[in-house]
T-cell receptor
Framework: EPEVTQTPSHQVTQMGQEVILRCVPI?????FYWYRQILGQKVEFLVS????????KSEIFDDQFSVERPDGSNFTLKIRSTKLEDSAMYFC??????????????FGEGSRLTVL | GENVEQHPSTLSVQEGDSAVIKCTYS??????FPWYKQELGKRPQLIID?????GEKKDQRIAVTLNKTAKHFSLHITETQPEDSAVYFC???????????FGSGTKLNVKP
């Protein structure tokens, strides 16, 4: 089975603190995604990243959020100043094939963020 | 953008019965429709998908049907088992093939 690895699995932080969530997507793939799932709700698109640039972002992805690929493999989601409503499960995802219309979107195990 | 509606939000069936979950989409350019199963505390996992050039696809106890004219697609699970209990999400790929739009999810409970 392909590997999309996320760390940490769970992070608890105080409101206003910065959080960095990390993902190692399927190797050699150019497309990466971050999705968010508030407890009991649907999976919501945050941002897509293609060839080291943001391809598209949702209205959720405001100035408090940023994504980077600092070392060519790891893929990070940073929340600069967390709010209570940022508490959610954050999923990194990578298509199995070259792009979404060619195959499955494979999700990592998720990082649960709890903001107190 | 695309808008995906899913219903019912919860579905309770007796073991062995069939379950049907329905989704509608708004963008006629969408051409790929996956279904994901999410067990409690786990990641969504693809269970079946369908492309717009076919009307039905089956994989053992799971089938998906697509009506392009009406812009709706459905998941059918036959002979349900307790391990089918999970949240199921439908999705449609947007016109620019850049992201999935997910439905709001259906919590399926299969009673033994």
């Amino acid at each position: 089975e392909p590997e999309v690895t996320q760390t940490p699995s769970h992070q608890v932080t105080q409101m206003g603190q910065e959080v960095i969530l990390r993902c190692v997507p399927i190797s050699n793939h150019l497309y990466f995604y971050w999705y968010r799932q508030i407890l009991g709700q649907k999976v919501e698109f945050l941002v897509s990243f293609y060839n080291n640039e943001i391809s598209e972002k949702s209205e959720i992805f405001d100035d408090q959020f940023s994504v980077e690929r600092p070392d060519g493999s790891n893929f990070t989601l940073k929340i600069r100043s967390t709010k209570l409503e940022d508490s959610a499960m954050y999923f990194c995802a990578s298509p199995l094939a070259g792009g979404l219309n060619t195959g499955e979107l494979f999700f990592g195990e998720g990082s649960r963020l709890t903001v107190l | 953008g695309e808008n995906v509606e899913q219903h019912p939000s919860t579905l309770s069936v007796q073991e062995g019965d069939s379950a049907v979950i329905k989704c509608t989409y708004s963008d006629s350019a969408s051409n790929y429709f996956p279904w994901y199963k999410q067990e409690l505390g786990k990641r969504p996992q693809l269970i079946i998908d369908i492309r717009s050039n076919v009307g039905e696809k089956k994989d053992q106890r799971i089938a998906v049907t697509l009506n392009k004219t009406a812009k709706h697609f459905s998941l059918h699970i036959t002979e349900t088992q307790p391990e089918d209990s999970a949240v199921y999400f439908c999705a449609a790929i947007g016109y620019n093939f850049n992201k999935f739009y997910f439905g709001s999810g259906t919590k399926l409970n299969v009673k033994p």
